[in-house]
Structure formats: structure tokens, C-alpha cells
């Protein structure tokens, strides 16, 4: 168990109680976030190493949680352009590593493009939708809740749209913090909701690199460029 913080199995600890965590995160806020932090700035993210700072700040002494046991499920919830098919392979090739490098849960939709426009100059807009990737999150958490699956979750997103959600989920006795970029993402809001809130800023410098410093079969979260979803 490295760190003392996951277990491959059941395992129970003196209290005869596991605490079974869900790292679960919105692939396209973070993805914005991480962008708008960095500021340009291009750094290989260990995502693995991520989760295990994330629960390491509830496990930790004072922290909410503890020294406590524990299980953890990762969970990535993307979209995936159909009409980009350079950045979509890229993309792709980031979420196979996030599986198979990372162990997390990939669930991947397909995102959608609307065309708004101004009734009074004319000026038309393409925006992307992602209600998919919303709705899945929100049904996620609901029905681990519900199902008595999972007893902490961590949302991965400053999105008050989720909020909704969460109530509920909170009310069935999962208690859930959310994690963000305090200065940029976390809505005010969807913290004061939230059973509490992680700063993730200093988990993303602990757990990254330069990408100068990146073995050549390295893939970033932004390798591939442009203004979408990762």
C-alpha cells in the first residue's frame, strides 16, 4: 500500500469500518481549469500520484478523514469531438493512459455542437454542449449513493451546476468535497454545499513536471492544443 492510503482489497481497519472513495472527475471543467492555472505553462501531470495527494489531504492528521482505511475508485468522465480528428485522437490516446497507465474508469461521450445566434445583429456563435458528460457525472454519484456503494466522493469540479446532485447524494449519508483551483474554479456556491473543499493547486505542482523534462512517450493533458475537453 503505498503511502498507506489504497487497498487492493476489502481489508477492514481496527474499527472494523472501510471507507470507500470515489475520485470522480469532469474531464471538461478540469480540463479549462488546469488550462487557465497554467497559463500557458505545458507540465506532464502523474494522475495516479493526483488521486493519492487528494486523499492524502482528507487522510492526513486534522484532515476530515483521518487515519482511516480505505478503497479507491477513479472514475473520468469526458467528451470526445467527432469532427476534430487530430485532437480527438489525441485526446484518446490521453484517456487509454488515464486506464491503463492510471487505473481510472474511463466513460467517454460523444460532444455535441450548437449554433447560436444574435436575433439582432445576426452574429452566430459555435458553441460546445456537454450535457452528457453532466447528466452522467450527476447519475453516477446518485446511484452509488443509492446502490450504498461508496461512502466519500470527490468531485473534481468547481461547476455549480452540480449541486442538485450532490444534496441528495449527501442526504443517503455520502459525504462529498469537492476539488479545485481555489482561485479560479471552485464556485462559492457548490463549496458551501459541499462537505468540504480541496485546493488542488499544490497537489498539481507536487505531482507534474516540466514538459522539457517528459519521456518521449509522455503525453500531457493539453498536448494536443486548442480550446477543448480533456
Known amino acids: 500500500i503505498e503511502k498507506g492510503i489504497a487497498v487492493s482489497s476489502p481489508s477492514q481497519d481496527s474499527s472494523g469500518e472501510l471507507l470507500r472513495i470515489d475520485i470522480v472527475v469532469d474531464g471538461g471543467n478540469w480540463y479549462h481549469s488546469l488550462r487557465e492555472y497554467l497559463a500557458g505553462e505545458r507540465r506532464f501531470i502523474d494522475y495516479s500520484a493526483l488521486a493519492e495527494w487528494v486523499v492524502n ?22 467528451a470526445v469531438p467527432g469532427d476534430e480528428v487530430v485532437f480527438s485522437a489525441a485526446l484518446l490516446a490521453f484517456l487509454r493512459r488515464l486506464a491503463e497507465r492510471d ?45 450504498k456503494e461508496v461512502d466519500v466522493v470527490v468531485l473534481v469540479s468547481g461547476d455549480s451546476d452540480y449541486i442538485p446532485a450532490i444534496i441528495p ?39 507534474s513536471r516540466p514538459q522539457e523534462a517528459l519521456p518521449q512517450d509522455a503525453l500531457p493533458l493539453d498536448d494536443a492544443g486548442g480550446d477543448e475537453d480533456g
Open 169 to 207: 447524494v449527501k442526504e443517503m449519508g455520502v459525504r462529498v468535497f469537492v476539488a479545485g483551483f481555489q482561485a479560479i474554479s471552485l464556485s462559492g456556491e457548490l463549496s458551501g454545499v459541499a462537505s468540504g473543499t480541496i485546493d488542488i493547486t499544490e497537489g498539481v505542482r507536487a505531482c
Open 57 to 78: 489531504e482528507l487522510l492526513k492528521e486534522g484532515g476530515p478523514l483521518a487515519d482511516r482505511r480505505v478503497q479507491i475508485e477513479k472514475w473520468y468522465f469526458a
Open 103 to 147: 487505473g481510472y474508469q474511463v466513460k467517454k461521450f460523444p460532444k455535441r455542437r450548437s449554433v447560436v445566434r444574435c436575433v439582432k445583429c445576426g452574429y452566430s456563435q459555435t458553441r460546445n454542449e456537454e450535457e452528457q458528460v453532466d447528466v452522467a457525472v450527476a447519475t453516477h454519484m446518485l446511484l452509488r449513493a443509492a446502490r
